[in-house]
Nanobody, 125 residues
């Protein structure tokens, strides 16, 4: 199983980026796909998650209304559209996959079985 995250970069505050997480190695029909981020010196934190089957979504309060998680079944890819970026969004962003995760534990990194390598997002003020 492979998760390949991409799309990070340097952007000014107020700008936008779209992250991609390409999946391979298995079908993810019963999985939840998540995005997490980790800033220097801080713990990894939950950003957003989406159920592969059905497409229901969950967001961290800090990104709600600015970020949108989505998926493309044909491309086996999950996206994170990030708008109105702020300097505090600067972090390495990771995608992850977990089997049968219920909503209440979606924000827990321990619930996820597979992780991508991370992509750096830097937002300048």
């Amino acid at each position: 199983v492979q998760l390949q995250a991409s799309g990070g970069g340097l952007v000014q505050a107020g700008g936008s980026l779209r992250l991609s997480c390409a999946t391979s190695g298995r079908t993810f029909g019963s999985y939840v796909m998540g995005w997490f981020r980790q800033a220097p010196g801080k713990e990894r934190e939950f950003v957003a998650a989406i159920k592969w089957s059905g497409g229901s979504t969950t967001y961290a309060d800090s990104v709600k209304s600015r970020f949108t998680i989505s998926k493309d079944n044909a491309q086996n890819t999950v996206y994170l559209q990030m708008n109105d970026l702020k300097p505090e969004d600067t972090a390495v962003y990771y995608c992850a996959a977990g089997y049968g995760i219920i909503r209440t534990v979606m924000p827990s990194s321990r619930a996820y079985d597979y992780w991508g390598q991370g992509t750096q997002v830097t937002v300048s003020s």
